[in-house]
């Protein structure tokens, strides 16, 4: 589920953003998630084929909201508040948009190497596995150690920082 959730960009914005409070209709909710109105668009309709959000039968009323968050919406949207909390800061909510970065930091809450993250994974490209993890190391999200004790050394990945914060909450939503 985490998986389909995060394969749009603005939908774990959305989800925190009904979390917090702010009103169901489309004005509001773009104006706090700072998408544009397609992106935004599209992570709508992927939450609402996920289940996670309802449109308001009464959505034509000005005093109603447009979209609410469905029974499943109201368990998950507090779990996407706390992962953009522990995100903060503009350069961490843009690597937080991309789509495999919450999945692999919750692979890599324990040290894993990489075959066994895409094991864990696996409609995960090679490559998919391998920007990401570039990203995440470049910004302090995940730790790359080298184990030398193996013959050729290999790499494993630990998720640090703000990463592990993020892969604690998001364990949690499994």
């Not at 914005?13 to 909710?29: D, M």
């Not at 909201?65 to 909390?85: D, I, K, Y």
């Not at 030398?148 to 990463?163: D, E, F, K, Q």
Request: proline residues 9%; aromatic residues 4%; hydrophobic residues 45%.
């Amino acid at each position: 589920m985490l998986v389909k959730i995060t394969a749009r960009a603005w939908s774990l914005s959305i989800l925190a953003s009904l979390s917090r409070g702010v009103p169901g209709r489309q004005a509001p909710l773009v104006a706090a998630t700072g998408a544009g109105r397609t992106a935004f668009a599209q992570s709508l309709a992927h939450l609402i084929d996920l289940g996670l959000i309802a449109r308001n039968p009464g959505h034509g009323h000005p005093l109603r909201p447009e979209f609410r968050l469905t029974p499943l919406g109201q368990q998950v949207a507090p779990l996407a508040e706390a992962m953009m909390r522990a995100g903060s800061g503009p350069v961490d909510t843009r690597l937080l948009r991309r789509a495999w970065t919450v999945p692999i930091l919750t692979v890599c809450r324990t040290p894993h190497y990489f075959n066994q993250i895409k094991s864990a994974l696996p409609p995960i490209t090679d490559r998919a596995l391998s920007q990401s993890l570039k990203h995440l190391v470049a910004h302090r999200w995940v730790e790359r150690t080298t184990d030398l004790s193996l013959h050729p050394p290999r790499p494993h990945y630990r998720a640090a920082n703000a990463g592990l914060d993020i892969g604690t909450v998001a364990s949690t939503a499994h």
